[in-house]
């Protein structure tokens, strides 16, 4: 498959405001413009504490980064991951990741300098970098 036998891209919704305390362990649709519904998706259905929602608002939400598994353990994760952040204009990411210190992109995210800042689930945690001072 080609670029031309792409559909094209949806069209850009504007931001969506959200209750920063709590995030919600099931989808709730949210009316946008024009009568177009998207579906918002939180982790877990309790307060994530103060130190979670002190990073929450004009962040950069790093949602999902994966390498093939034959494709692993040659930098491109780390590849990825840096430029992906590389000039952004936002102070601070956010990421939802398996609380595991095990886990392959735990490990990856913690040499980047992303630090644990909350834990919810059976074993998933937020977690965040500072981008800029």
């Known amino acids: 498959m080609d670029r031309t036998d792409l559909p094209p891209p949806p069209q850009a919704t504007p931001a969506r405001t959200f209750d920063a305390r709590r995030v919600r362990d099931h989808h709730e ?11 918002v998706t939180y982790p877990c259905s309790r307060p ?7 990073w929450v608002g004009g ?11 034959e494709a692993r353990g040659r930098g491109i ?15 601070r990411a956010l990421l939802a990741t398996s609380s595991s210190q095990d886990d392959p992109a735990v490990r990856l995210y913690s040499s980047r300098g992303w630090v644990s800042l909350a834990t919810y689930g059976d074993n998933r945690q937020v977690m965040g970098r500072v981008l800029s001072e």
């Open 29 to 39: 649709p949210n009316p946008g413009p024009r009568g177009l519904t998207e579906t």
């Open 48 to 54: 994530l504490g103060s130190k979670v929602s002190g």
């Open 59 to 69: 962040h950069f939400e790093f949602v999902e980064l994966a390498v093939t598994p």
């Open 77 to 91: 994760g780390g590849q990825l991951h840096d430029a992906l952040l590389a000039n952004l204009d936002h102070r």
